[in-house]
């Protein structure tokens, strides 16, 4: 049967209605899931082998700090410019430049000599994955229709849990078996196999549309404006000891005047005709502008959670990779289940029900602080169990609710670029407090790793308390304006 694709695929007048289906579609969709899956399985791996990477490089702390946020800023950074080339340029061809470019990168990484060659590769792996990101959204959209479309996203919502759940574990067993000098090697190789596969199947099935070439100009200017507003906002955060004799936050002074200076550039470079990079009209989506909000903040706690438990673990109480990430294990399953179980209720209760799930985070997470500020000792990963498993629930009852929530009065136009915008909100979030708990974690060490677990933790805590708050303002504003769109 004939298919046609979307407007944007095609670069031709053709609607965006099913009038036929790609035969190939769920073989694509497997290789979005299996692509999804290793760029989000890199957040979480990586965690665990910190501690074989300072050993086998030498690296100090502020590298660590950039293994881990550097991948995360790199790839919040390029969502929205590199995601639209695919609807420039084609999806499926932009697919395979990504795919590409992000299993060389982990090689790059694989192979590093050094530490700043480490963090190099990991920019570079976190902008590849940044770029196929977008994609494998956009194809996931444009191949499925109806309830197909719901099957679909669901499945790749299971992967995200799933990748969240086994990072630690594989992690900490690739390490226990390749031995701490050089297991950290292996967990970058383990994306070359699986990424050179998926690239000679993706060859062979993904669709060949060219893309709009209406859309193929880029606003280097946004992009350059936002990027240095960014830098100058997190390496304040993960550089403890200045640069040039000079206190790095002396940096943040910059960041008020390039954001102003980039939502100035937006909206001329809008009125002008181009393509901004933010598309700024959306924020006047009250659900949307609470949403984003909230998800950059929840992101910014829960993923610190992970690095400065695991270094925790690791060198403070002398874990094995494989003991750190059987530990870190309670969180992840409990988001991956409860995330699966949330679809109904948020169509009912709408944002009610992340407002229930961060309740469970902040309950979980503060309960972790408490028990290991009174020093735990080899029994921390079982102590820590129970409420490491309810903070996960909470995590599950989060994520996916608050993006159906914080996308539903958007229209389908804009989908793609909203949640685009919504994800680099999310990795930015991931940043900045990934470098705000690892900096002071670092910084209160010499008082012990007891303090410094509390206090990494209490940054984690603030965060997820913080986007509690922007989730009860928002019922608040809502309930003043007679409006449902919160739940």
């Known amino acids: 049967m004939r298919w046609v694709v979307s407007r944007a695929e095609s670069g031709s007048s053709a609607t965006t209605e099913e009038t036929g289906k790609y035969p190939h579609r769920w073989r694509v969709l497997a290789l979005c899931l299996l692509a999804g899956f290793m760029t989000l399985l890199d957040v979480s791996i990586v965690n665990v082998a910190l501690p074989s990477i300072q050993q086998g490089l030498d690296a100090p702390s502020v590298a ?19 995601g639209k080339l695919g609807d420039a340029h084609g999806r499926g061809r932009m697919f395979l430049i990504s795919l590409a470019a992000f299993t060389v990168a982990s090689g790059l990484a694989g192979i590093a000599q050094n530490p700043v060659w480490l963090v190099v590769a990991r920019l570079l792996q976190g902008a590849a994955g940044g770029m196929l990101n977008p994609q494998v959204l956009g194809l996931i959209q444009q191949q499925f229709h109806g309830r197909e479309r719901g099957t679909a996203f ?16 594989l992690g900490g067993l690739i390490i226990e078996l390749a031995g701490a000098q050089h297991g950290w090697r292996w967990v970058f190789f383990v994306n070359l196999p699986i990424g ?5 199947v993706a060859a062979r099935i993904m669709p060949r549309g060219v893309g709009d070439r209406r859309l193929r100009g880029a606003d280097v200017l946004g992009v350059s404006l936002l990027g240095a507003a960014l830098v100058c906002l997190l390496l304040p955060l993960v550089d403890q000891e200045g640069f040039a004799g000079r206190p790095s936050w002396l940096l943040w002074a910059a960041v008020p005047v390039l954001l102003s200076l980039f939502v100035t550039w937006e909206h001329r470079y809008s009125r002008r005709g181009g393509s901004p990079l933010v598309d700024l009209r959306l924020f006047r989506i009250s659900s949307y502008t609470f949403g984003s909000t909230l998800g950059m903040l929840y992101f910014a706690g829960f993923t610190s959670i992970f690095f400065v438990l695991a270094v925790y673990f690791q060198r403070g109480l002398d874990y094995s990779a494989l003991q750190a990430g059987l530990s870190l294990t309670p969180f992840a399953l409990g988001s991956a289940v409860s995330s699966a179980l949330s679809g109904r209720a948020v169509h009912r209760l709408g944002r009610k029900v992340v407002l229930l799930g961060l309740a469970g985070a902040l309950l979980g997470v503060l309960t972790t602080e408490i028990l290991l500020a009174r020093h735990q000792g080899s029994a921390a990963g079982l102590v820590t169990a129970l409420p490491l ?12 609710p608050n993006q159906t929530v914080t996308l539903s009065e958007i229209d389908v136009t804009r989908g793609g670029t909203a949640a685009g915008i919504q994800q680099t909100g999310q990795r930015i979030g991931t940043a900045i407090g990934t470098a705000a708990a690892s900096g002071l974690f670092f910084a209160t060490l010499p008082r012990g790793y007891d303090t410094a677990i509390s206090h990494g933790l209490l940054v984690a805590v603030s965060f997820v308390a913080a986007a509690m708050l922007v989730g009860l303002l928002e019922l608040v504003v809502t309930r003043r304006r007679g409006g449902t769109s919160a739940g």
């Open 154 to 169: 669901g499945l790749f919502g299971a992967v995200v849990g799933i990748s969240t759940a086994v990072g630690p574990l």
């Open 64 to 82: 660590l700090s950039w293994v881990i946020s550097g991948y995360a800023l790199a790839f919040g950074l390029v969502l929205v410019p590199l």
């Open 196 to 200: 050179l596969a998926a690239l000679v």
């Open 389 to 400: 498993l309810v903070g996960g629930v909470g995590s599950g009852l989060v994520i996916s």
